[in-house]
């Protein structure tokens, strides 16, 4: 389950409420059917990996990842002392339990370094092996991938899905970054400001968003808004904005706004070079002219800014298109992909 909003929606207080570091004012927290509102964090059975990795400075790799079972599972100095056989056991399932999780992360060759040796990656795969030797019911995980660079929150990125897969345990996920909630999880929580606006699995989320604020976070890049009139004319339903004119299927959901003012969205990539040979074969119903302004090369695509009178529509277009800056060109849009939102309360129709 992945968390996902802006700064400040509230994502982390939902994180440090379920690891008990924060009091819930209300409602029932639950983790496997037992409700644990009053329960100590130490003994809700949850890791935690944290934005800052908090290693300790002066412990080896080795200890780091160790230091939360021997707490737990050892009992302190007079307890070994007196129970050194059974202490000699526990030693060597800890042993055994920190090398499985050094070898799950690629990092049994740094088990005697300290942090201040390691790159900002092996930190974090270090933070990752101290939670996951300790096999609780629940990770926690806030932003964890936040400091690192790009091709190596990449790299992460996978190596985390793929450990949920090897695990199986349940994961909340907390991130600002889209891109690793729609990658990373099978459920996501949209939030603005301490409100849940979406939950559902990624799919759902960005092509049915609820709400203007869901459809405009999702996606990258984000999803173009632009003010229209739904009409019908001799029976067909058409969607009527500045300089475009879009027929859309009879029977559609925005039948019952004939006559108002709504707001239409359209995804990036729903958008086409009508010069060239798409998925999507222009047509009357669904082209219109627009005045290309800045064309960014991503290699495979172009992201283009196109002046719709006084609109400005994001396009993801394929590379094999000859799009130019400052000229006049032709698109058209998959009508499967438009949106609509009520104007006021900025609700999905």
């Not at 002066?58 to 129970?83: C, P, S």
């Not at 974090?124 to 806030?142: N, S, T």
């Not at 600002?176 to 990658?183: C, N, P, R, Y």
């Amino acid at each position: 389950m992945v968390l996902v909003g802006p700064s400040g929606c509230g994502k982390t207080t939902a994180l440090r409420m379920i690891a008990g570091l924060e009091e819930a004012t209300s409602g029932d927290l639950m983790i496997d059917d037992r409700r644990v509102n009053d329960v100590p964090p130490k003994d809700r059975d949850i890791a935690m990996v944290f934005q800052n990795y908090a290693l300790y400075p002066h412990m080896t790799v080795y200890d780091n990842i160790a230091f939360g079972l021997r707490l737990r599972e050892l009992k302190g100095l007079f307890w070994q002392l007196t129970h050194a056989q059974e202490a000699k056991a526990v030693k060597a399932s800890i042993d055994a339990r920190v090398q499985e999780a050094a070898r799950m992360l690629s990092i049994e060759h740094l088990l005697e370094r300290r942090p201040k040796e390691l790159s900002g990656g092996q930190r974090q795969r270090v933070a990752l092996g101290r939670a996951i030797v300790r096999k609780p019911k629940v990770f926690l995980m806030d932003e964890p991938l936040s400091n690192l660079d790009a091709k190596l929150r990449i790299q992460t990125r996978a190596e985390l899905v793929r450990l949920h897969r090897e695990l199986g345990i349940t994961t909340i996920y907390v991130t600002h970054d889209q891109v690793e909630a729609m990658t990373m999880g099978q459920r996501i929580a949209v939030m603005k400001d301490g409100v849940l606006q979406q939950c559902a699995d990624p799919e759902t989320v960005y092509n049915e968003p609820a709400n203007m604020f869901v459809a405009g976070f999702i996606g990258a890049p984000p999803m173009n808004f632009v003010p229209a009139k739904i009409e019908s004319e001799g029976g067909e339903l058409r969607a009527v904005a500045t300089s475009m004119r879009f027929k859309l299927p009879a029977g559609h959901r925005v039948s019952a706004y004939v006559g108002r003012e709504v707001v239409m969205g359209i995804r990036p990539e729903a958008i086409f070079d009508a010069s060239i040979t798409n998925p999507i074969p222009s047509t009357p119903e669904n082209s219109f002219e627009a005045t290309v302004d800045v064309v960014e090369p991503l290699g495979h695509v172009y992201t283009a800014y196109l002046m719709v009178g006084e609109n400005v529509l994001l396009a993801t277009i394929d590379a094999a298109s000859q799009v130019k800056p400052q000229t006049k060109h032709g698109f058209s849009i998959n009508l499967d992909a438009l949106r609509f939102f009520d104007k006021d309360s900025e609700i999905a129709i």
